[in-house]
């Protein structure tokens, strides 16, 4: 069997040293806010390009807490897409504002542009871009609207890790990029995690209290917040691993290479990267006609593949009532026919050859 991913291998690479982090945490009998917490914030920080991080429960958390420290709430409206994990949308119905979806492109699967200023009312506070599998959405003009009409710039950079716009890392160009360590991103925690990272000193300060029931100091709450503090094991082992990001997601480069190379006459579309872009793969997402018979021959085949997404969120049961009239052909056909193909730093040459193999011999 093929894995879709293999964090055995990774853990062989460098489990003394996450050993040795987990050890120093246990020795040092704190565990909630401590210096490896503030550590790992600098250095997260740092690595993308901007002043401040937060560190947060989840990437889900990062996302909900941006938009409330922000002020988004009841009869505002957010811009992003349908096409993305459900933390996305669920972050803005969660402060009481309403998601307006905009289509994607269909070739690098963020939003389009184009269609953002259409969708743009009085009630309109934010827009949240989505850089989605790896790849960055088109930034510049982004920002551009965005400043035209006062509007707030939250980069969902939840599968970014190290991508880049223009030489600029993903989730430090608009005013605030949210982040998660989930197991399997490029940048994986041993359980959940999130950051917040921007360069504004009071949505930085604000943010600190939020994750930590709204107080400034013990017992005094400025805010109604919630908990939602990344715990002190969870960044000594997010230090060690950041690391390896970079090495790690040049990796990735190199499988997404060789996979464009073998499967340049096969019968799936490949992803692409554009002329701005930096793609580090997160997932490397192509595209079949009929894509569950692809995905099940696959299996039979011994190989694990994934979809990431089957159902957009205006499509999903929970989003029904919040979505009415909405139209997203290029969202909705997109997600009949992508498949996620294994994509790791480990992955082995004989094991891509064997999987671009079996995808050109299904046809």
């Known amino acids: ?69 922000l002020g988004i709430g009841e009869g505002d409206e957010v811009i992003t897409v349908s096409h993305t994990f459900i933390s996305t949308a ?41 850089h989605l599998y790896g790849h960055p959405s088109d930034m510049e003009p982004i920002m551009e609207i965005a400043g035209r009409h006062g509007l707030r710039v939250v980069e969902d950079a939840c599968q970014a890790h190290g991508a880049e716009y223009k030489g600029r890392k993903a989730g430090s160009i608009g005013d605030v990029g949210c982040f998660s360590f989930y197991p399997i991103k490029n940048l994986g925690a041993y359980g959940d995690g999130g950051m917040v990272v921007t360069d504004n000193e009071e949505l930085a300060a604000k943010l600190k ?35 390896y990001l970079n090495e790690w997601n040049e ?10 190379e073998l499967l340049r006459n096969s019968p799936v579309t490949t992803p692409v990267e554009r002329k701005y872009a930096k793609h580090i793969y997160h997932l490397y997402v192509v595209r079949h006609k009929n894509r569950d018979r692809l995905q099940q021959d696959m299996l039979d085949n011994g190989i694990q593949t994934q979809i990431h997404y089957p159902i957009p969120v205006h499509k999903q049961e929970a989003y029904l009532g919040l979505a009415s009239g909405v139209n997203l052909p290029v969202t909705e056909k997109t997600c009949r026919e992508i498949l996620s193909l294994p994509m790791h730093p480990y992955l082995r040459k004989d094991e891509i050859m064997a999987i671009a193999e079996c995808v050109g011999r299904i046809g």
């Open 1 to 69: 069997m093929i894995s879709f991913i293999d964090l055995e291998r990774q853990s062989r690479e460098i489990g003394r040293e996450i050993s040795d982090a987990i050890q120093r945490v246990l020795n040092s009998g704190w565990f909630i806010l401590g210096e490896e917490v503030e550590g790992f914030e600098a250095e997260f920080s740092g690595y993308v390009g901007s002043k401040y991080g937060i560190g947060m429960n989840s990437g889900s958390d990062a996302l909900f807490l941006v938009l409330k420290a």
């Open 90 to 130: 669920d972050a803005i119905v969660r402060n009481g504002a309403k998601p307006v979806f905009v289509d994607i492109e269909p070739d690098t699967y963020c939003i389009d542009v184009s269609g953002i200023e259409e969708r743009i009312t009085n009630k309109t506070r934010a827009i949240l871009p989505v």
């Open 209 to 243: 209290m939020l994750r930590n029931y709204g107080q400034p100091v013990k017992y005094h709450h400025d805010f109604i917040g919630i908990n939602s503090r990344l715990d002190e094991i969870q960044a000594a082992i997010l230090r060690v691993k950041l690391k």
């Open 251 to 260: 990796k990735r480069r190199g499988v997404a290479r060789l996979y464009d």
